[in-house]
């Protein structure tokens, strides 16, 4: 017997394409930022009525510093906007909002409008939203290993018994589910320093969709690909078919 195909529980999005869609209609980078919000919105919600119970976004990589001030300037206020706009919403519809990075680099506004949602939202369980936020998993990683190095100096973890069980712990994501399925937008096939540990064995779905266009029939099509898949996690093929199958 047939049993439907899983839905992916955690779901990790790279959004790229903002830029080259609002140059290919002769508009500034930021309006397809803006427009980025309004698919994150969209996306959010689709995923959710899928069933998808955890859905990671990338939003600034660490290594987004690198543009334009103007243009970080820009994508900093549309995610205070972004936020300050969502509570609401997020309260309603039973989102928790979490992220991961260094959210003590941004700006105080967007600091300060984070812990509020995140507080607000902490309770609800349904449905989480992580944004990934001044994000680079090398960062993670040296952050990880420089707290698990002091904890081990001061005998909190033992020296001789190092496992990936334990280190996981001193990562941002330690209290989440590994992302089943990366999708990336824009036709990037890159990590570009996402997640690159916590998705050793996700299903990843590259579409050329620029960000800005990508909808829930994209969302779906992605998820159906994902139920294609195979995996098998180091086992065989036939270890990992339903007996009878
Ligand atoms: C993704 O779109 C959004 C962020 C990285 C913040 P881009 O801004 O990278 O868009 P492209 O890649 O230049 O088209
Ligand atoms: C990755 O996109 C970061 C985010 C989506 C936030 P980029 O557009 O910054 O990646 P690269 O520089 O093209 O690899
Ligand atoms: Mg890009």
Redesign the pocket.
């Known amino acids: 017997m047939d049993s439907a195909p899983a839905v992916p529980a955690h779901v990790a999005i790279i ?7 609002a ?1 290919q209609r002769g508009l500034p ?1 930021i309006e ?2 803006r427009r ?1 919000v309004e698919t994150v919105r969209a996306v959010s919600r689709a995923a959710r009525d899928l069933g998808v119970r955890m859905l990671t976004l ?4 660490v290594e ?1 510093w690198r543009r334009p001030a103007d ?1 970080i300037g820009a ?1 900093m206020g549309l995610l205070e906007h972004y936020l300050g706009r969502e509570l609401d919403n997020f309260r309603r519809e039973g989102i928790r909002l979490r992220t991961i990075g260094r959210t003590a680099d941004l700006p105080a506004g967007v600091q300060a409008r984070l812990r509020e949602a995140e507080a607000a939202t902490r309770h609800l369980t349904g449905y989480t939203l992580v944004l990934a936020l001044n994000y680079g998993s090398r960062t993670e990683v040296a952050e990880a290993a420089r707290a698990y190095a002091a904890a081990v100096a001061a005998g909190r973890e033992p020296a001789d018994a190092a496992s990936w069980e334990h280190f996981r712990r001193y990562l941002y994501t330690a209290d989440l589910p590994d992302p089943d399925l990366v999708i990336r937008t ?1 036709g ?1 096939t890159r990590l570009s320093n996402f997640l690159l540990l916590q998705a050793a064995y996700a299903e990843f779905h590259f579409t050329p969709v ?2 800005p266009d990508f909808s829930r029939a994209d969302l779906e099509a992605a998820i159906a690909d994902y139920q294609r898949r195979e995996r098998r996690f180091g086992r065989t093929s036939a270890q990992v078919q339903p007996a009878g199958v």
Do not use: V
Request: no cysteine; glycine share 18%.
């Open positions: 959004m790229d394409g903002n830029g080259r869609w140059t980078r397809g930022h980025g990338y939003a600034f990589s987004n243009e994508l824009s990037e620029l960000w």
